[in-house]
Structure formats: C-alpha cells, structure tokens
C-alpha cells in the first residue's frame, strides 16, 4: 500500500463512545490518521490525546446532512460508521440515524472512491419485524450493501468492558438496590463479546481488502442467558440480591408508563428485543476467520466490576 495521505486516513463517524475509543487505540498501532466526525465534538475531546501529535483529529458533522458527510469522505481511504442509538429522541430516531445516515455514508463512499466502509450493525436482528431498532439495522444492511459493494458489515452481541453500559449498569443497579429486574425470568440469551476483541477484528479488517463484502457476526465464548449474566455481575460485586420477576405483557406495561420521564430504565422497543436471542448464527464469518479467540466475560469483568465491592 502506498503511503500517500490519502491511502493512511480513516474517517470514523461518531467515534465519541465507548467501543470508538478502543477502535481508534487500536487503528493508531497501524499508523492511521483518524479523522473522527461527530455531533458533539467537545464529548469526543479525549481521542485527540492518543496517537501522535494531530494524528487524530475531530470535526463536527451529522450524518443526517448528507452534504456535509459527502466533504467529510473526501481523501479518505477508510470510513468506519459507529453511530447508533438505543432509544428515539425527536429527530434522532431509528429510521434517520440508522438507515438515513448510515445510507449517505455509503452514497459518498461510493462518490469518493473510498476503499472500504465498515458498517457496525447488531446480532439479533432476525427479520427485524419484532422491534423499530431491529428493522431500521436491517434495512440499513440491505440498502448500503447494494449502494457499496465494498462495505464490511460488523454485528456484535451485546459488548462488554470497563466503560461499558450492560455490566457496569447492573453492577450500579446492584449497588444501591436490594432489588433486581428480571424480565421473563432472564432467559434471553447473549454472547457477550469483549470491546478489546471487536476493535481488533476492526484493525485486521481495515488493512486487508480481501474483507470487503463480508459480514463477520462477533460473539464471545460463552452463551450465557441474561439470569446467568446478573448472577456473575452480582458474584463479581460480593453481593446478593432479590430477583424481581417480569412477564413480558408487565415489562412492556411499565417501559410504556416510562415514557412519560426524561430518562427511561427501559423502552418499549428495548424490551422487544429480548424477546429475541441475542447470538451468533450457525453460519456465518466471526473472529475464526479472523485469527481471534475471543476473550471470556467470565475472566475478564472481575478486573473492572471490583470497583463495585463495598463493605455493605
């Protein structure tokens, strides 16, 4: 690869995160000069003190307006869309930001010749009529893979690490509650993956065209369903706690009486999708293809969850 400017800049579109902090770490070991776009760029501050000196730098853009996402692929070799949301607020909602910017993307991808677009999408997805989330991320994957052949689709399970916002939220649930939630007796399934791993699996990605085209699902080592999740997290803590079971009928009764608040332990859409597993399909590229063994959240969340022992 010649290592003109042009060949060595990655744009990543909302890098400010917990996985684009990882994600950026490692693409430095690569010598990448990363151009990190996003909403806010005060809440993505922090990226620009890795690397070295202007190696990363952050610029402001939505990628609702495709104009301004077109100029910001210019001269790149790579881009890397991150965002993503949970929960619909206004304008931010399903449609716009996972099917609306995640396609303007791929249409200037497409106008500046751009080498590859790596696309983060979800496991769990199925056919995507169980929730609003699952459909948009879906129809996001079919519309950018008939814009760009060149897109790399990646779909993690949930994702875990000292930042993350599944086991620490539980950890601080735990904390300062005797009481758990526990929707339909925690038997979802998930295959929680390392946010180490998946940043890694970015890094190889990014550095071989041969991956173009493909989608890798990422899941860890371990299926484990979301009772034997909250079990560990507590057993990691040293602490014990009542399980307070919720039917799926209840659970959506209450994320409905929760729209009224500003801020909502659960949504309607999210509840939704635990109706669903969330694991890795019998067929399918994952880190196998890749050359990673994933690491095991049963190893791994100790180390961080320990800032959640106390006394009491």
Partial sequence: MNLSKKSRTVVIFGASGFLGRYIVNELLKSNWIIKVFVRNPNKAKHLTLMGKLGQVSIHQ????????????????????????????????????????????????????????????????????????????????????KNIFKNTIIIKPSVV?????????????????????????????????????????????????????????????????????????????IKKKRIYLNLSFPMAKLISLLFTIFPI????????????????????GLGFRDLGISPSSLISISGHYLKRYISKY
């Fill in 61 to 144: 853009c939505d990628i609702m307006d495709s104009d301004k996402v077109e100029k910001s692929t210019i001269n790149a070799n790579k881009v890397i869309n991150l965002v993503g949301i949970l929960e619909e607020k206004n304008k931010q909602n399903f449609k716009n930001i996972h099917l609306i910017g995640a396609t303007n993307i791929a249409n200037s991808c497409l106008k500046n010749n751009v080498d590859s677009y790596i696309h983060f999408s979800a496991l769990g997805l199925y056919d995507g009529e169980h929730s609003k989330y699952a459909k948009s991320k879906l129809d996001a994957e079919s519309t950018i």
């Fill in 160 to 236: 875990f690490g000292p930042e993350d916002q599944f086991t620490n939220k539980f950890a601080k649930m735990a904390s300062i509650s005797l009481f758990l939630p526990l929707i339909n007796s925690g038997k979802t399934k998930f295959q929680p993956v390392y946010v180490k791993d998946i940043a890694k699996a970015v890094g190889i990605v990014i550095n071989n065209n041969i991956h173009n085209g493909k989608i890798y699902n990422l899941g860890g080592p371990e299926i484990m369903n979301f009772r034997e999740i909250l079990d560990l997290i507590l057993l990691k």
């Fill in 264 to 283: 909502k332990p659960i949504t309607l859409d999210q509840v939704r999708l635990l109706e669903k597993d969330n694991i890795l399909p019998e067929k």
